[in-house]
């Protein structure tokens, strides 16, 4: 069989350019007039990935990235619901109390990652969004550590995602040992960071304290490979800084107490001359005083919420 020519191959994708344009405006016509019902949010339409594989035949990658979006846009609209204004109090109690959050995200995910068992960003940022704390994220780091270690039967010279299941550890479920064992097992991958052997040790002596935690979320901003990271560590380093000066003017607030004076709201406490001004956090949006009188970010602000501390979670070993 001949080869067609290079204008006979340019005018075949014309073509197939145009009518892919014409049944895309059909389409949308049809819809206009005769719109379909919205899908469920929890919508997946096909759980095998086996069954996917053979679906696409030599399409996986591009129907790993079609399910990679479709996993972020779902997690975006389901945390928008969770903790955005308009989220309904009730209804996040209620998310809250049956521990299924995000029931479809894991799944999304599994299928992305059995697509293309090499997609570096799935396994990274969806273990973030799997182990982040309810509503911000499904709460699931076992879930998390479960897609990490699938990502390492692929690439078992990863480092990062060691180094990531021992963050996960350490971050949320507050495993001191199994986090240092974690990163050491990451420094000891040819090419890994020297950092490594010293995050291991400094998590096993300080760990649960906040020097650690922002140690841990340096490292991470210095191994990134992706902006968005990059981006969540800085925010995360930012929330720790927030965290400092919230010790600080609560502890202000509580000498205040000690001298039997109350102080409900900031205008008392500068008239009080406790401070100069108005406190702000690192984003520019002043702090709040709760009911309590519990200095706390606002939920107004880019850093809410802020992260539940180890330290306060659990005592240390």
Do not use: C
């Not at 059909?26 to 919205?38: D, F, K, L, T």
């Not at 005083?289 to 706390?296: P, S, T, W, Y």
Request: aromatic residues 10%; glycine residues 6%.
């Amino acid at each position: 069989m001949s080869r067609q020519s290079p204008s006979g191959v340019l005018a075949a994708v014309v073509a197939v350019a145009l009518l892919i344009a014409s049944a895309a405006g059909v389409q949308a016509a049809r819809e206009a007039r005769y719109p379909p019902p919205p899908p469920s949010d929890d919508s997946l339409y096909v759980t095998s990935g086996t069954a996917v594989r053979r679906l696409v035949v030599g399409y996986r990658a591009l129907a790993a990235d079609l399910y990679w979006i479709r996993a972020i846009q779902y997690y975006g609209g389901t945390k928008l619901k969770l903790t955005g204004p308009t989220a309904d109090p009730a209804a996040v109690a209620a998310t809250a109390s049956n521990q299924n959050a995000y029931p479809a995200l894991y799944p999304m995910l599994d299928l992305t990652t059995t697509l293309d068992p090499r997609f570096n960003i799935a396994y990274r940022f969806g273990a973030v969004f799997l182990a982040d704390p309810y509503p911000g994220g499904a709460g699931r780091p076992d879930l998390a550590i479960a897609l990490l270690e699938k990502g390492l039967r692929e690439r078992p010279d990863k480092w990062e995602y060691m180094q990531d299941i021992g963050f996960v550890h350490y971050w949320w479920r507050h495993d001191y040992k199994a986090a240092a064992d974690w990163f050491r097992k990451a420094s000891d991958v040819p090419g890994a960071p020297w950092w490594l052997q010293s995050l291991a040790a400094n998590t096993l002596s300080e760990g649960g304290d906040r020097k650690s935690s922002r140690l841990m979320w340096q490292s991470i901003r210095e191994s990134a490979e992706i902006d968005w990271l990059t981006n969540d560590a800085e925010r995360r380093l930012t929330q720790l800084d927030a965290l400092d000066q919230i010790d600080n003017l609560q502890a202000a607030l509580d000498r205040a107490g000690q001298r039997g004076l109350t102080v409900r709201d900031w205008q008392a406490a500068v008239r009080a001359r406790l401070l100069p001004g108005i406190p702000v956090d690192p984003s520019g949006t002043p702090y709040e005083i709760d009911a309590q009188g519990r200095v706390q970010v606002s939920n107004r602000s880019p850093l809410f919420p802020l992260p539940l501390e180890p330290q306060r979670l659990m005592p240390l070993q």
